[in-house]
């Protein structure tokens, strides 16, 4: 079962919500690991596209939109919208509104809401699926 923590922002700004989980794959692209950022659509999709590009000066995080090519650093971070690829379904930062399919593949789960109504909505219903799944959840408010 997958290690799942729910981070929950103080501001209800989508935009400082992608800029936390920016340097979420950051942290855990320089722990060495890869990740899949699943995403709702293939814009948004494109929006972690340029904020890992840009989302701080000096940073470098090999990623790729995930098109059904795989890319060929190990950990590079993959963003996509659809079941992500089976090595990098280790770790799951998910920034959609809804529930990853498979979750129980994933070794780690990240949930990244801001304070919005709409958010912790469908978070809370992430969060009963989860626990319906008997899998503990770690929650930090931050």
Same mark, same amino acid.
């Given at each position: 079962?997958?290690? =799942?923590?729910?981070y929950?922002? #103080?501001?209800?700004?989508?935009?400082? *919500?992608?800029?936390?989980?920016?340097? %979420? =794959?950051?942290? =855990?692209? +320089?722990? @060495?690991?890869? #990740?899949?950022? %699943?995403?709702? /659509?293939?814009?948004?999709?494109?929006?972690?596209?340029? %904020? %890992?590009?840009?989302? +701080?000066?000096g940073?470098? $995080?090999?990623?790729?939109t995930?098109?059904?090519?795989?890319?060929? #650093?190990? /950990?590079?971070? !993959?963003? @996509?919208?659809?079941?992500?690829?089976?090595?990098?379904?280790?770790? !799951?930062?998910?920034?959609?509104?809804?529930?990853? &399919?498979?979750?129980?593949?994933?070794?780690?789960?990240l949930? $990244?809401?801001?304070?919005?109504?709409?958010?912790?909505? !469908? @978070? *809370?219903? +992430?969060? *009963?699926?989860?626990? &319906?799944? @008997?899998?503990?959840?770690?929650?930090?408010?931050?």
């Amino acid at each position: 079962m997958p290690a =799942i923590s729910f981070y929950i922002l #103080a501001s209800e700004s989508t935009a400082e *919500r992608d800029v936390f989980a920016c340097k %979420l =794959i950051e942290k =855990i692209y +320089r722990s @060495g690991a890869c #990740a899949y950022v %699943l995403t709702d /659509n293939a814009q948004q999709s494109q929006l972690f596209d340029r %904020l %890992l590009w840009t989302f +701080r000066a000096g940073s470098f $995080i090999p990623h790729q939109t995930h098109t059904g090519t795989l890319p060929t #650093a190990e /950990n590079a971070i !993959l963003i @996509g919208s659809d079941t992500p690829p089976e090595h990098w379904q280790k770790t !799951l930062i998910n920034v959609s509104s809804h529930c990853p &399919q498979n979750f129980a593949k994933s070794e780690r789960i990240l949930e $990244i809401l801001d304070n919005s109504v709409a958010a912790k909505t !469908l @978070g *809370r219903d +992430r969060y *009963r699926r989860y626990q &319906q799944a @008997g899998i503990a959840i770690t929650t930090h408010k931050m």
